[in-house]
């Protein structure tokens, strides 16, 4: 069954109001930081229950880092690019997820990477992809319409979409295209036409010794013609026509759903109109029409729970969040491109396709062993950091209390009486050390199919 189906949108968008029905507790809580960052921390799960879903969505969007945890993210980060590796660039952007308690604003840097796809693959010098990503965090809640002018003229941009040498008398029309296929738009609502008369309005913006450069003598100066729309216009009066399309809003709104409500069913253009008109209200500030998913009686209530699969990268987050683990980023880099997700090194130039693309064969099972491999290192911390003393903080002492716990923590749906079962076999007959017991226990919900969920 659609779960869109015989749905009022009006009613779908209405702040969730906690009622007999849908309270407000700890899984609702939980889901809602789930989908809203990167995994929450059991502390992150308690104040959100004490401060309710509306105070909760309030200081997610209003959180920014504190000038220490800057200084040290600064410093880990000044220490990867030194080494000309996008790898290691990858491995300090992993601690800087796991560190933040700007949660809200990771995700969103995280989805316009995906979304404005570069790959180190192709812009070998990591100083490029290093001022790419700033700009993402920088422009994380918008104006979108900034941030898409920001990407055509950031240096690593252009040349993964061979624009950095755009002349008037060859206009490249790859990052035309990218603007209106995958940026802005979407397939059918362009033509080619289209496509090589927006080139042209990019014509003269380079990259010179790695930086953008304006050549203007290789700008066509000329009349375009393209989306309805007549005059001699540059590249940010291109922009501004493409996003004055009313699919660019529909777009844009459609794939903030995605992100943090559902990955399937695609949601009729009813439900994605309210949240286009409140971008386009807004002049393209984010922050607005994410506030308005993240309250949403769609979200809150139970219609699309388990719509959602994690990537790789908010799977492995979320569990060291959650039990606190302290391991190595470059290890947790390399394991996250075997299952899929290389941070700076995404597949093409649409980036992660997600979804039920994330899960295959190979792909669950390395899952799973990067989740066991997590829960060992948890287990071997000795004294108040290991997973015994976690369980015992939050007072959870028979076996039955341990498998509750980790599985309201860990898991987005309750487990079923056979995978309980199963999980408190390994509490009763596992090894002496109760930690070791726990890891046990966890790596029974590492194979679980509803671990992936979000």
Same mark, same amino acid.
């Given at each position: ?36 960052? %990167? ?34 993210? &600064?410093? !880990? ?9 996008? &790898? ?5 952007? %992993? ?27 192709? !812009? ?117 026509? !493409? ?13 903030? !759903? ?85 941070? /700076? /090194?995404?597949?093409?130039? &649409? ?104």
């Amino acid at each position: 069954m659609n779960p869109f189906d015989g749905r009022d949108p009006r009613e779908a968008w209405r702040a969730y109001d906690p009622d007999a029905h849908f309270p407000w507790d700890r899984r609702r809580a939980t889901r809602l930081l789930r989908r809203a960052g %990167l995994g929450p921390t059991i502390a992150e799960i308690d104040v959100a229950v004490k401060a309710g879903p509306s105070e909760t969505v309030r200081t997610l969007l209003e959180t920014s880092e504190p000038a220490p945890l800057v200084t040290e993210l &600064k410093d !880990v980060t000044a220490a990867a690019l030194a080494t000309n590796d996008a &790898k290691n660039l990858a491995a300090s952007w %992993l601690l800087r997820m796991i560190r933040t308690p700007a949660q809200a604003t990771e995700l969103l840097t995280l989805f316009w990477h995906g979304h404005f796809a570069t790959s180190a693959a192709k !812009v070998t010098d990591p100083r490029m992809m290093l001022h790419q990503h700033d700009q993402f965090r920088r422009f994380a809640f918008g104006p979108f319409d900034e941030l898409t002018r920001t990407m055509a003229r950031d240096p690593a941009m252009l040349i993964y979409l061979d624009s950095a040498t755009n002349r008037r008398t060859r206009p490249n029309e790859n990052f035309a295209r990218e603007v209106m296929e995958l940026f802005c738009l979407g397939l059918g609502n362009y033509a080619e036409r289209d496509i090589q008369e927006l080139a042209r309005c990019f014509t003269g913006w380079e990259v010179h010794q790695g930086a953008f450069r304006f050549y203007a003598a290789q700008h066509d100066r000329g009349e375009k013609e393209f989306l309805g729309r007549r005059g001699a216009f540059d590249g940010d009066e291109g922009i501004r026509i !493409v996003l004055d399309q009313p699919a660019a809003a529909r777009f844009i709104a459609r794939k903030l !759903v995605r992100l943090y409500v559902c990955d399937e069913p695609e949601p009729p253009d009813a439900f994605i109109q309210p949240l286009a008109d409140e971008l386009r209200q807004g002049d393209w500030n984010l922050k607005p029409v994410v506030r308005r998913i993240l309250t949403s009686r769609l979200l809150l209530t139970d219609p699309l729970a388990d719509r959602k699969i994690q990537s790789p990268v908010q799977l492995a987050v979320s569990w060291i969040r959650a039990l606190d683990v302290r391991l190595s980023t470059q290890q947790l880099n390399t394991d996250l491109a075997s299952i899929g997700q290389g941070l /700076f /090194f995404p597949p093409n130039v &649409k980036g992660w396709p997600g979804g039920r693309t994330w899960l295959n064969s190979a792909t669950i099972v390395g899952r799973a062993n990067v989740l066991s491999r997590i829960a060992r290192e948890a287990a071997q911390r000795s004294g108040a950091g290991n997973l015994a003393s976690l369980a015992g903080r939050q007072g959870w002492e028979s076996h039955d209390e341990v498998v509750s716990g980790f599985a309201s923590l860990l898991l987005a749906k309750p487990l079923d009486e056979a995978d309980r079962r199963q999980a408190r076999q390994r509490l009763e007959s596992g090894p002496a050390d109760r930690s070791q017991r726990i890891a046990d226990m966890l790596q029974v919900f590492a194979l679980l199919p509803e671990v992936n969920l979000a």
